[in-house]
């Protein structure tokens, strides 16, 4: 069964600072994505990383895979206000070699940026 | 281009009775996923439909159903509702399997 796990799960950081959330995973896979939720509202779409080594970037966030450590990362930069939402990590089964589950997300990262 | 969209936005059923969302994916989509989040259990998938056909299901039980149409909207039911399956009802649609777009979702509640 796929597993996938973040930490920290609640992070509260000041503006400005820059910190990084971990997204590991179970079992083989090729496929990660991030999404932002903010309260009350739908799942927006972050980044896909398709294959070892990806490394992508939008504005202040960057997030990165390596499958073989089956680890994702999610760095903010000058963390400001606006970023403050939860954050889920999630795995395409499909592409685990465990079947077609759909994605498998984690708990969620639950982030304040205070001013 | 219009995004995937979810009615009803607010549902509130009593235990017992039954309930159905709907979903349109955004145009050109054939590939619509269902998911239900909960605090307890975070977002845990239910199926996925691709031109008709179920293809892959969570681990749900049967009370949970859907089904796609050939316009590839699809409907999500559940009967014998249970104060449990109030939540968040999410449908993603995609093209390709490396795109997820999600819809803004229906809350249930159930009293």
């Known amino acids: 069964e796929l597993k996938v796990e973040q930490n920290p799960l609640f992070l509260s950081m000041q503006e400005g600072k820059n910190y990084t959330i971990y997204c590991n995973y179970s079992?083989?896979?090729?496929?990660l994505y991030w999404y932002r939720q903010d309260p009350g509202k739908s799942l927006e779409s972050l980044f896909v990383l398709l294959s070892n080594g990806a490394v992508k970037q939008e504005g202040r966030l960057m997030a990165s895979l390596d499958t073989k450590a089956r680890l994702s990362t999610l760095h903010i930069t000058a963390a400001v206000h606006d970023l403050s939402a939860t954050y889920f990590c999630?795995?395409?089964?499909?592409?685990?070699?465990?079947?077609?589950?759909?994605?498998?997300f984690g708990k969620g990262t639950h982030l304040i940026i205070q001013p | 281009k219009a995004g995937v969209t979810q009615t009803p936005r607010y549902l509130i059923k009593t235990r017992g009775q039954q309930v159905t969302l709907s979903c349109s994916p955004i145009s050109g989509h054939r590939s619509v996923s269902w998911y239900q989040q909960t605090p307890g259990q975070g977002l845990q998938f239910l199926f996925e439909?691709?031109?008709?056909?179920?293809?892959n299901k969570g681990n749900f039980p049967g009370r949970f159903s859907g089904r796609q149409f050939s316009n590839s909207r699809s409907e999500m039911n559940v009967s014998t509702l249970e104060l449990g399956d109030s939540a968040l009802y999410l449908c993603?649609?995609?093209?390709?399997?490396?795109?997820?777009?999600f819809g803004p979702g229906t809350r249930l509640t159930v009293t």
């Open positions: 079992t083989t896979s090729d496929r």
């Open positions: 993603a649609s995609s093209r390709t399997p490396a795109e997820q777009y």
């Open positions: 439909y691709f031109s008709e056909t179920q293809r």
């Open positions: 999630a795995v395409d089964s499909l592409y685990s070699g465990g079947g077609a589950d759909g994605l498998t």
